[in-house]
């Protein structure tokens, strides 16, 4: 059902994308039908976006009144076919996990992009970033947890292949609570970035890659950004990333 103008604003103040390059043709067997891997540099980019955004609130509000939350979501890199015929790119996120209630009562229903609850931790002393998913059943099957190291003040959009379709992509694909895919896409006010190293990583939904390899992950920091609602691929129903 359509949901109209529906869209949400906020500022993000950290967003860590934590990537890792995975052969194709793996990657292919963890999507719907009709979603192919994108493919760059050979491989195709896996990872998990970490976000705390203050603000959050329907665009039609003022920042005043909006809400703080911490979510990661897990992502796949994908191409499809348009109503045209042309392709797009954006990503698959087959799950999200959040602190906020308001995001997981409204995510799914009044927004694209359900959320599952997770005690989420984080700790930024400006020259390293800690993160800390924990999953609200505490299973440990999209459990996070990151360490990064920050080597430069520096900011810019990525100039390598990897990086560039990891920060530009904007439309976010995942499946609604009958699995038909939903479509949402950000907008950010500027896409740019630092590169960080990565010291510590335990994310078993990059472990269920078996040919995933470190790629170069990179932090944005004060972004203000517009989710819109978007048309998707119409695809046959699908399941969870299995």
């Known amino acids: 059902r359509p949901r109209g103008d529906r869209a949400i604003k906020g500022k993000i ?83 999200r996990h959040t602190d906020s209630r308001a995001a997981r009562a409204l995510g799914g229903r009044w927004f694209p992009g359900i959320h599952r609850r997770a005690a989420i931790a984080l700790a930024d002393d400006g020259r390293c970033l800690r993160w800390s998913v924990q999953p609200g059943d505490r299973s440990t099957e999209y459990g996070v947890r990151v360490s990064t190291s920050i080597a430069s003040s520096s900011t810019s959009m990525p100039c390598e292949p990897i990086g560039g379709i990891c920060v530009s992509a904007s439309v976010g694909l995942s499946p609604d609570r009958h699995g038909v895919l939903e479509a949402a896409r950000m907008e950010p006010d500027h896409r740019r970035v630092q590169q960080v190293e990565i010291d510590y990583l335990d994310s078993a939904f990059l472990a269920r890659f078996t040919t995933a390899q470190p790629a170069p992950s990179y932090l944005m920091r004060d972004v203000d950004v517009t989710w819109s609602e978007v048309r998707g691929p119409r695809l046959a129903p699908t399941k969870a990333l299995r």
């Open 13 to 95: 103040r950290r967003r860590l994308l934590v990537n890792a390059l995975v052969d194709p043709d793996e990657a292919a067997r963890h999507l719907p039908a009709g979603l192919r891997a994108h493919v760059i540099d050979g491989g195709t980019v896996v990872g998990c976006c970490l976000l705390d955004i203050n603000s959050i609130r329907p665009a039609s509000l003022p920042a005043a009144v909006g809400t703080r939350l911490r979510a990661a979501a897990h992502r796949v890199s994908v191409d499809w076919d348009d109503e045209m015929g042309a392709t797009s790119v954006g990503v698959y996120v087959p799950i």
